[in-house]
């Protein structure tokens, strides 16, 4: 069986140290970038690696026409499939990532496996506290990997430029949808960019509001029943959020849903303000 959403932590200690498995630890701090590597030295599940939200799963802040692209724009995907071979990862590797954080973090490496095409790609359901909670052990060993031989695919996901965007402006072909937090969304609060608020016409979905109390997905019916009343058509809806990160979790819980079809702006609000031709609701 192969897993292209969720797994559940009583799944995954069923096939965590099978040879076709690649578990990640993508465990990461904003305000403090280098907190996810000291957690993972600390302990981590058995067999899992370590992806580094800023030095494996972004690229270089600004282009190469000297363009700022936002704070964790997409990496050159050569590189990236460079990185994901170089964690054993094949074409037929049953890929499962974790986060401590409700899975903020973790669904952007779920969705930049979709990105070149790789779908048997899971977010552990839960997090690091779900298998902790499941009565499972940690490990502080590294486990040697032999390099493998993924290769990119015709990609299952689509993105979107902040030109389009900006074209959207007129014709609202596109119903775009923030992940941030609500005060972030209205401009309030801002600590991260340098410009609080949003894209005009933007509505507004926090991305925690996709788990329930105890930090799992809520069920495909209600994730459907929630995010039906933000998006008619999935197959015309964007979603960002900050920099791209979390806005990939209501990627993945639209997944969930299945309501599929939504694009992502990479970019996000970190490169939307920093022009400021484009303007600010």
């Excluded at 026409?65 to 990496?75: A, I, M, T, Y």
């Excluded at 459907?224 to 933000?230: G, K, L, P």
């Amino acid at each position: 069986m192969s897993y292209s959403t969720i797994i559940s932590a009583a799944d995954l200690s069923k096939h965590i140290f099978e040879p076709g498995w690649v578990i990640l630890d993508t465990r990461h701090d904003l305000a403090n970038p280098e907190a996810g590597a000291r957690a993972y030295a600390e302990g981590h599940l058995p067999n899992a690696q370590f992806a580094h939200l800023d030095k494996d799963l972004a690229g270089e802040k600004v282009g190469a026409d000297g363009v700022f692209r936002g704070r964790h724009p997409l990496p050159d995907r050569a590189a990236f499939i460079a990185t994901l071979q170089r964690w054993g990862i094949n074409n037929d590797t049953q890929v499962v990532v974790y986060d401590a954080q409700g899975g903020m973090f973790a669904a952007r490496l779920w969705w930049m496996l979709r990105w070149v095409g790789h779908e048997s790609v899971a977010v552990l359901d839960g997090g690091l506290p779900a298998w902790l909670a499941s009565g499972m052990w940690l490990s502080t060993e590294e486990s040697p990997r032999v390099l493998g031989a993924l290769t990119e695919r015709t990609s299952l996901v689509t993105t979107v430029s902040a030109n389009d965007l900006l074209a959207n402006l007129s014709n609202e072909k596109l119903t775009v949808v923030d992940a941030r937090a609500a005060d972030r969304f209205r401009g309030e609060n801002e600590t991260i960019d340098p410009v609080g608020g949003h894209i005009p016409g933007a509505k507004n979905r926090f991305f925690k509001e996709n788990l329930q109390a105890d930090g799992n997905f809520k069920s495909a019916e209600q994730l459907r029943q929630e995010f039906s009343a933000v998006v008619a058509d999935p197959t015309q809806a964007v979603m960002q959020c900050g920099s791209g990160v979390t806005a990939c979790h209501n990627l993945l819980a639209l997944e969930i849903a299945g309501l599929r079809g939504a694009a992502l702006y990479p970019g996000s609000w970190s490169e939307w303000c920093a022009d400021p031709a484009r303007p600010v609701a």
